[in-house]
């Protein structure tokens, strides 16, 4: 096992101080202040989103996703950019003007350097929301300014309160082909109020979400930088053909269910080279709660997620649940990066959930300072209301791990099954845990079954080792991964 060695290497020091620079945005007075220079370059528009090509100024990045026969300015809407100035009408009209291109080979409309207060406005089909370098879409703290909405129907009311919830902040709604990215402009919830009147119970609704994509297909989420959530960041919910990457989402971890990126009964998504940093899980796979997610019936099903790098001291860097009701399958995650997180990878279950979550694969995390490396637990909790089915058991099977490295671990595993309905087939390989204290109980397991291969410390019993000649536990080909990344190109209609 002397190859683990290589795990030191990894910047751990580098990944510290960007941990450093972080909190102290948040936590020494303020707000992380924005050094990017504004620069000249509204001449170029054409080309920040048009992309038919002469832009090689270092700031006209944009991927072959990015080309739209239709351009237009934010500012060419009234929009003023001074922070105080409400731009919600300039949003709308922008918004509803290059509608009108839908079918006519569509349209990106361009945030500007500046600081865009709005209130919570609407995406359009075959549209690109570009957010220049400097950008800042700030959402409105004005409660009144916020519509309520219908919950989702796979569960059942709002996931704070009962009843209906606050709208999203940015919403895409039965659309197809949308693109939200830019030069790493900022989209910013300014949560802080929404954190407040949540820990003071003062809300009448659930929060709304930074980002929801609904009922839409062939969406891309890329380099853009998301701050200050009032609750989930991302949330493709009922959609496919999604990809999410190069982006930075940013909370305090101490703001309340600032979840990263959550994909919920959606299928085909792709994360990668993405940085979070947040009060709750960084990615979390879900498909509705209880007997709202039963009857919906929808999974989240091949879902892939490469190369990110996760700070979230209270909860897990990748979970599947709690709510998992339409079922959950066919995820690979690899290459992951932690620091300070409570867990790995977390199951969350329980009675009344019913759904599946089964052949999941997740390797080569490397994780610095862990609570647990592995948590499932299925005694979850939190329903709906008193009418889930107490018989609605999941069915957990088919979870592979493999290698693995975590440092400063308190516990290497915490794996509890339901009773009578033991999770199964779980399989471990090349995991090396160094752990803080060796005396202490490592592997706590009840109600699983499968097997491990060169793990340490040595797993449970319920996990017995297969001795120094067997093989690793399964993982996909690239192929699997592959085929998730271009069924997005090949199926997109323009
Ligand atoms: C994101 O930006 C990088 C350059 O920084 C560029 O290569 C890539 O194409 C962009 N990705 C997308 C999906 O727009
Ligand atoms: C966005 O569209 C949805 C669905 O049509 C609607 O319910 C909601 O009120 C719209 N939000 C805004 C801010 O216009
Ligand atoms: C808040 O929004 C409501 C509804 O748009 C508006 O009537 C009110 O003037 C706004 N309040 C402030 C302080 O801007
Ligand atoms: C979404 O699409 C469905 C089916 O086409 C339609 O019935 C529904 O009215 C649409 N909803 C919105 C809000 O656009
Ligand atoms: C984007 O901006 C965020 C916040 O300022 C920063 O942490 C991140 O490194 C930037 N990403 C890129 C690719 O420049
Ligand atoms: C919640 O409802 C109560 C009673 O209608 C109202 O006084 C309060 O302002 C509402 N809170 C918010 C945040 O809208
Ligand atoms: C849920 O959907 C799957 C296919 O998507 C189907 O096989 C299954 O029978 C459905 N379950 C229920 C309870 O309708
Ligand atoms: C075991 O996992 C480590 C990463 O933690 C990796 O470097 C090594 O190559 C793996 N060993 C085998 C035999 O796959
Ligand atoms: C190791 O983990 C403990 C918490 O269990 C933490 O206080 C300590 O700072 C960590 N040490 C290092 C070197 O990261
Ligand atoms: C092990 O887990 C069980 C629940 O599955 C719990 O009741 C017990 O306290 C745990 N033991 C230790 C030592 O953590
Ligand atoms: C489940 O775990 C509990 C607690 O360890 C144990 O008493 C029980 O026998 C287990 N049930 C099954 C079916 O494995
Ligand atoms: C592992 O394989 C080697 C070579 O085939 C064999 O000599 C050895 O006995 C095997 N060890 C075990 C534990 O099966």
């Known amino acids: 096992m002397g190859s683990l060695q290589i795990n030191r290497r990894l910047p751990v020091l580098e990944i510290i101080t960007l941990w450093i620079v972080i909190t102290s945005c948040f936590f020494e007075g303020g707000e992380c202040k924005n050094h990017h220079h504004h620069r000249r370059h509204h001449h170029h528009h054409q080309n920040w989103a048009g992309g038919n090509g002469r832009g090689h100024e270092e700031e006209a ?160 989420i890329s380099n853009v930088t998301f701050v200050n959530s009032p609750s989930w960041n991302i949330h493709p919910v009922y959609s496919s053909n999604v990809i999410v990457s190069g982006i930075t989402i940013l909370a305090p971890i101490d703001s309340p269910n600032t979840d990263g990126i959550n994909p919920d009964s959606s299928s085909d998504v792709h994360i990668e080279d993405s940085f979070i940093v947040s009060g709750d899980d960084c990615v979390a796979i879900k498909s509705g709660w209880d007997e709202y997610g039963i009857a919906f019936n929808r999974s989240s099903e091949r879902i892939i997620i490469q190369r990110l790098t996760c700070i979230s001291p209270t909860s897990a860097v990748i979970a599947i649940g709690s709510e998992m009701s339409g079922g959950v399958r066919d995820v690979i995650a690899e290459d992951i990066t932690a620091i300070n997180s409570e867990s790995g990878v977390r199951i969350k279950t329980g009675v009344g959930r019913g759904g599946f979550v089964k052949d999941i694969f997740v390797r080569r995390m490397s994780l610095h300072t862990m609570k647990w490396v592995f948590w499932m637990t299925g005694n979850y909790g939190q329903h709906p209301d008193e009418h889930y089915d107490p018989n609605a058991l999941p069915e957990i099977s088919g979870i592979n791990y493999l290698d693995v490295y975590a440092e400063n671990v308190t516990m290497a595993a915490r794996l509890e099954g339901i009773k009578g309905d033991p999770f199964t087939g779980i399989c471990i390989s090349n995991v090396t845990a160094e752990v803080i204290d060796p005396k202490k109980l490592q592997w706590n397991c009840t109600n699983i079954s499968g097997k491990s291969i060169h793990v340490s410390p040595t797993p449970c019993a319920l996990l017995p080792d297969q001795g120094s000649n067997a093989t690793q536990c399964p993982f996909p080909g690239d192929k699997f991964t592959d085929s998730v990344k271009n069924k997005y190109y090949s199926t997109r209609r323009i």
């Open 61 to 220: 990045v944009y991927g072959p996703v990015g080309s739209r026969a239709h351009t237009a300015v934010l500012t060419d809407f009234g929009a003023v950019g001074d922070g105080v100035t409400s731009n919600t009408a300039a949003f709308t009209a922008a918004v509803a003007h290059l509608a009108q291109y839908e079918l006519d080979g569509g349209a990106a409309l361009v945030v500007p350097p500046g600081r865009w207060l709005t209130g919570p406005f609407n995406l359009t089909s075959h549209f690109t929301l570009f957010l220049e370098r400097g950008a800042i879409i700030l959402a409105s703290q004005n409660i009144s300014e916020w519509p309520t909405i219908d919950p989702l129907p796979s569960y059942g009311r709002g996931r704070d309160l009962p009843g209906p919830r606050y709208s999203n902040f940015i919403t895409g709604y039965n659309l197809t082909d949308v693109i939200i990215t830019g030069n790493n402009g900022t989209i910013d919830g300014q949560g802080k109020i929404w954190w407040d009147k949540f820990h003071n119970d003062e809300l009448n609704y659930t929060r709304g979400y930074l980002v929801e994509i609904i009922y839409s297909d062939h969406v891309v």
